[in-house]
């Protein structure tokens, strides 16, 4: 049992480029979400989904997409970056939304040159 | 708008000595507050959730507590591996509401 498994754990982009966080979970879980963390900052939900072909904006989504065609997976695609989108993301699960606990992956440190 | 204001932002303990982190919040109406440790360069990590002013939940050394305006994560006689990040959350009792309002988090050294 893997657990909330996130690559690639690091990535420099250029400004403009763009490319795709993996996500994956193995615990058949309905809800899955995506965090950013910043220095002084708490986390902020960018994403989430309650559960496959359902997807929902968060706090913070301007420049991410995000799709859901199964239960295990939740990719996170940045379309054009910028050097505002620098931060350590994370991806998380839970079996329902809600108050339920929440499992988080070990994150992927992104920089934005 | 939901806030969440952990204080102190960082605290260094000798180990063995007891206290106590504080997490002030405001949120129209509390479905659930959460407890988080997160260790360095990996995702923060479930230790407690708490429903309603009153309610207390014991994990080890760690003691959560909540009131209407905060919650209190006592440590009693930490150890060395007792040091992380400790983040507070909370979420609102909104209909369809699934966001998850975290605070900053309070830096945890404890000093062998």
């Known amino acids: 049992n893997a657990g909330v498994t996130q690559t690639p754990k690091f990535q420099v982009l250029k400004t403009g480029q763009s490319m795709t966080l993996q996500c994956a979970q193995d615990m058949n879980h309905e809800y899955m979400s995506w965090y950013r963390q910043d220095p002084g900052m708490g986390l902020r939900l960018i994403h989430y989904s309650v559960g496959a072909g359902i997807t929902d904006q968060g706090e913070v989504p301007n420049g991410y997409n995000v799709s859901r065609s199964t239960t295990e997976d939740f990719p996170l695609r940045l379309l054009s970056a910028a050097p505002s989108q620098t931060s350590v993301y994370f991806c998380?699960?839970?079996?329902?939304?809600?108050?339920?606990?929440?499992?988080f992956g070990p994150g992927t440190r992104l920089t934005v040159l | 708008e939901d806030q969440v204001t952990q204080s102190p932002e960082a605290l260094r303990l000798q180990e063995g000595e007891s206290s106590s982190l504080n997490c002030s919040y405001t949120v129209s109406g509390l479905r659930g507050l959460f407890w988080y440790r997160q260790d360095p360069g990996k995702g923060p990590e479930f230790l407690f959730t708490l429903y309603s002013a009153g309610e207390e939940k014991e994990k080890e050394r760690l003691k959560a507590t909540l009131t209407k305006k905060e919650s209190f994560l006592h440590i009693t006689a930490p150890k060395p591996e007792d040091s992380a990040t400790y983040l507070c959350?909370?979420?609102?009792?909104?209909?369809?509401?699934?966001?998850?309002?975290f605070g900053t988090g309070t830096r945890l050294t404890i000093i062998p």
């Open positions: 959350a909370v979420q609102a009792a909104d209909f369809g509401n699934e966001k998850l309002t």
């Open positions: 998380a699960s839970s079996y329902g939304g809600g108050v339920s606990e929440q499992f």
